[in-house]
């Protein structure tokens, strides 16, 4: 256990620079959690209104235009 933490006073540029590269990458990790949740809910959501069938789409156009 000695060892490592002489190894990491020793290279104090390298440990820092990884540990702000593993604070990043643990963040962006999450947002991309966070993305994956939302667009999971957003989905549960439209095929709520796909089940339903009381939801009719309304059309634009009228027939034969």
């Known amino acids: 256990m000695t060892v490592f933490f002489k190894t990491l006073r020793n290279h104090w540029k390298k440990t ?16 991309k959690h ?3 949740l939302l667009r999971r809910a957003a989905c549960q959501e439209a095929q709520h209104y796909q089940d339903d069938s ?6 634009s156009r009228t027939p034969g235009s």
Do not use: F, I, Q, S
Not at 19 to 29: A, E, F, K, Q, R
Not at 54 to 59: D, Y
């Open 16 to 31: 820092t620079a990884g540990l702000c590269l593993l604070t990043w990458g643990g963040h962006w990790l999450y947002g």
């Open 54 to 59: 009381r939801w009719e789409p309304t059309l």
């Open 34 to 36: 966070c993305d994956n």
